[in-house]
């Protein structure tokens, strides 16, 4: 997980590593300097505590990754698949097995520790690293979006909306297998009706789709902004 390409970071970057780092650790957790500030070591643990819940989760996602990697590998040996969907497909499969293939670490002069500053990433929306990475991201959006507008917290009510349609394997939702467009018309529709308008405030949505006995589950999963009222949720 990382490079033999030389770099330059800020505070105590040194030459290029010369084996697998042991990634993780800061300099000097222990006591403080009589220079320091009395924060300044429980500052130190929780900046080394982050580093190495950041390893642990990136080390997780690129293991998921290379699961579905051999995954898609057997399955492509195994079927056929027209070229447009193999051309898709073979995309996919190099986007996850690159992913986080070259990283970028500090070595630290003071202890020799190795700390983990990021790692180049494919941005393919299926990937393991990517999709949680960019989950991450919105969720510090959507926080830092409340904290400039509290009013919303007060004045409405948060409601999960699922939606999906009757499907089946052999047949999916109106003789297609893949109803993702028919299901956002459907949904669109619903939206343009007066009682919708006159119960949700704003919202967001996403399409999430799944497979289980009944062929591919499209469905759709939104957060809604109500406004307060009895029985405002049904």
Known sequence: MYSNVPFVHNEETVRIMAGEPIVGGIPDTGSPSSDESPGTNDSRKDRTRYNRQRCLWMTRAVKQNRLNYRELHEYLEANDVDDYSLAY???FRYAINTCCRHALFREHLINGAKEFIGAHTCKNKLCTVCNAKRAKDLRRKYRLFFDK????????DFFHLTLT???NESGGFRGKRWYADELMREF???RKKQAWKDLVYAGEFG????KNENGLHIHIHSLLLVHKGPQNRN
């Open 207 to 210: 399409v999430e789709v799944t």
């Open 165 to 167: 349609v009757p499907h």
């Open 149 to 156: 507008n509290p009013d919303l917290l007060h004045c409405f």
């Open 89 to 91: 497909l073979m995309d």
């Open 188 to 190: 669109n529709f619903m």
